[in-house]
């Protein structure tokens, strides 16, 4: 009798695993019908492999299935996962199972009580303690260096890249240097005193009263003109320019009265005249310039010192 019941023990454990073999036997015999890449929904496979359905439904593999496995995701590349599960070799023997028993007194050993509160000191230090124990989330890289990891470019080609924008870090400040120094007035008195030094020169160069008594009449007029004009730069009514032309000349001068500027414009005009005119300049109008001039010249005086 027990070799009867021995035998049906056999007979009955033994029925799982052929049919789990038949199973993996007819995905294998589907697969090689398939086409991975056209063979795609269960009507296209259960039209090359119409007892597929009803061998996985008879195997150990019916309880995996899922409830759409008939749908259109079934594929080529699932049978083979699921073949894979069929034939994974069986897993070792289950340990033996906890005992919950044994819990307590482990955590009497320890000295755990559950029904114990802790102080507000406890709590702080074990508060401090989980803070301190976090580890700092792993740095990230800045998005250029991240942009430039991507494209994959040669060591040499970023180090270039670096210096150029460090140079342009280093143009750059040097440019706000520049541009508050600007703004504090250093390079305005360094061109004012570059003007006073040229206007210094250009004083001492001009013509002198005697050189202007000895000229000629028709040059009279700009050997005034040119010596006023020295004795505005001297005294400093002039603005610092390269260049003016006579009407310019005329507005721009820092002159104490009214009239002055007019004794000045008819001067200009008068050198001019003589200049462009197509003909002679009548004596009698370059005497009244040059006397208008010489008022002026004689009413210029030094600014008083402020």
Do not use: Y
């Not at 007979?11 to 038949?22: E, M, V």
């Not at 749908?71 to 919950?100: D, H, K, V, W, Y």
């Not at 301190?132 to 990891?149: F, H, K």
């Not at 004012?192 to 001492?204: P, Y």
Request: with cysteine; charged share 20%.
């Amino acid at each position: 009798m027990s070799r009867w019941l021995l035998a049906l023990l056999v007979i009955t454990a033994g029925a799982p695993l052929a049919r789990a073999a038949d199973a993996v036997a007819a995905i294998d015999a589907c697969l090689g019908r398939l086409d991975a890449t056209l063979d795609v929904g269960f009507a296209r496979i259960s039209a090359r492999c119409p007892d597929l359905a009803r061998d996985l439904g008879a195997s150990p593999a019916a309880d995996w299935l899922p409830a759409d496995w008939t749908g259109s995701g079934l594929s080529a590349g699932g049978l083979r996962e699921l073949r894979t599960l069929l034939t994974r070799p069986a897993a070792a023997a289950l340990r033996a199972p906890p005992r919950p028993a044994a819990v307590a007194a482990v955590l009497a050993g320890i000295g755990f009580d559950p029904h114990r509160h802790l102080s507000t000191w406890e709590r702080f230090k074990a508060w401090l303690r989980e803070v301190l124990s976090q580890r700092p989330p792993p740095e990230e890289r800045g998005w250029l260096r991240r942009l430039l990891g991507d494209l994959g470019m040669p060591q040499a080609m970023l180090d270039t890249i670096a210096w150029c924008a460090l140079a342009a870090i280093a143009v750059l400040a040097v440019a706000i240097v520049a541009n508050e120094l600007r703004v504090a007035g250093l390079f305005a008195r360094a061109r004012r005193s570059a003007f006073a030094s040229r206007d210094a020169r250009g004083a001492s160069s001009a013509p002198s009263v005697a050189a202007l008594a000895g000229a000629a009449l028709a040059e009279q007029p700009r050997l005034l003109l040119e010596l006023i004009v020295a004795r505005l730069r001297a005294q400093d009514r002039l603005p610092p320019a390269r260049a003016l032309t006579l009407h310019e000349l005329a507005r721009a001068a820092r002159l104490p009265h009214a009239a002055d500027h007019e004794r000045l414009a008819a001067l200009a005009v008068a050198c001019e005249r003589i200049r462009f005119a197509a003909g002679e300049v009548p004596a009698t109008t370059l005497a009244a310039a040059l006397t208008r001039g010489r008022e002026l010249l004689a009413g210029l005086e030094p600014l008083p010192a402020g």
